[in-house]
């Protein structure tokens, strides 16, 4: 599922089969947005109502993943205005946080993780962490 989530090889171009779970008034307020994502060896763009961070959408700038998506994406204004990257659990606690942005460090499976620290690391998508979704509207 992990994979499916982050890697836009194996998922449709749009995520509208998660944003249809959704409540019907969120629904009827969102909108695309185009994402880019890099794939094999160049950058792809998808369709997403409801998509999850870059590295360079949270930290402004891309340290271990491919530099070749930095072309094509900024940082998120909450970001670059200060506020913490942590991501945190229903009991408040801080998690591990999957991006979309590959990490070339462990294998074709591999991609960039917001550590319970707000580092960079990266992971294979074999282990079971968890993902912030971004809504657009």
Not at 90 to 101: F, K, L, V
Request: with cysteine; proline share 4%.
């Amino acid at each position: 599922l992990v994979r499916y989530v982050l890697d836009s090889t194996t998922r449709p171009t749009s995520s509208t089969g998660l944003a249809s779970i959704l409540p019907d008034e969120l629904k009827n307020v969102m909108k695309t947005a185009t994402k880019y994502s890099y794939k094999v060896s160049t950058v792809v763009s998808t369709s997403d109502y409801v998509s999850i961070f870059s590295e360079k959408e949270v930290f402004g700038t891309i340290t271990r993943g491919p530099t070749s998506e930095s072309n094509y994406q900024v940082q998120y204004e909450y970001y670059a205005s200060g506020n913490s990257v942590l991501h945190y659990t229903m009991d408040n606690e801080p998690a591990y946080c999957w991006t979309r942005t590959i990490w070339y460090g462990d294998g074709n499976d591999s991609f960039i993780i917001i550590d319970k620290n707000g580092r960079v690391n990266g992971y294979s998508a074999a282990k079971s962490m968890g993902v912030s979704p971004i809504i657009f509207i």
